[in-house]
């Protein structure tokens, strides 16, 4: 079954502090793993899209990173409109269970100005 | 270009009832696939629709259903509502299951069963 976990659940960082949010994963051969943004009563808002271990992808302050165990998505100098809810999600090779994506429960990050 | 969208936004059922939900995906868009979002489960697949035909679908009771128009645009029903059916219900579009094309969603349908 696959799985995926996401740490921290909640992060709380000061205008400009850097970090980043793990997404450990568990699946019978991947096909994508993907990051979405959601912000409160919305849907989740598509950011990157990652196939292969040593990826890596860029937009504006984030950047996402794969390995094979794990992904990360680093947020450099964040801004208070960067809170959100950054859900990880990964999608199997047809043939390995369910085609939907299966996500993590998310990291809820909150930029203190 | 218009998103995802669905309706309604809002709906209070209560205990035995049934619901249907609607989506229209963005144009051109041919795959549609439904998530229930919750704050204990966070988002689990429901089903996915591509052609009018359901492609595959998740870990839920035969309660759920779906389906799909030659226009694209989905519902989904819900028949017999339990207490832990409320949730936000998500529809996504993408072009083609076929191709690693990330999925698009809309803002949900929030179903309160009372």
């Known amino acids: 079954e696959d799985q995926v976990t996401q740490s921290p659940e909640a992060l709380r960082l000061q205008e400009g502090e850097s970090s980043s949010l793990n997404c450990s994963y568990t699946v019978s051969g991947l096909r994508g793993l993907f990051w979405y943004r959601q912000d409160p009563g919305k849907g989740p808002e598509f950011l990157f899209t990652l196939y292969s271990a040593g990826e890596e992808k860029e937009k504006e302050r984030l950047k996402a990173t794969l390995t094979k165990k794990e992904s990360f998505l680093h947020i450099t100098a964040p801004k208070p409109e960067d809170s959100a809810t950054y859900l990880c999600a990964v999608q199997a090779h047809a043939g390995g269970g369910a085609d939907g994506l299966t996500f993590g429960k998310g990291t809820h990050l909150i930029i203190q100005p | 270009k218009a998103g995802v969208t669905q309706t309604p936004r809002y709906l209070i059922k209560t205990r035995g009832q049934q619901v249907t939900l609607s989506c229209s995906p963005i144009s051109g868009h041919r795959s549609v696939s439904w998530y229930q979002q919750t704050p204990g489960q966070g988002l689990q697949f429901l089903f996915e629709?591509?052609?009018?035909?359901?492609?595959n679908k998740g870990n839920f009771p035969g309660r759920f259903s779906g389906r799909q128009f030659s226009n694209s645009r989905s519902e989904m029903n819900v028949s017999t509502l339990e207490l832990g059916d409320s949730a936000l219900y998500l529809c996504?579009?993408?072009?083609?299951?076929?191709?690693?094309?990330?999925?698009?969603f809309g803002n949900g349908t929030r179903l309160t069963v009372t």
């Open positions: 996504a579009s993408s072009p083609d299951p076929g191709k690693n094309s990330p999925l698009h």
């Open positions: 629709y591509f052609s009018e035909t359901q492609r």
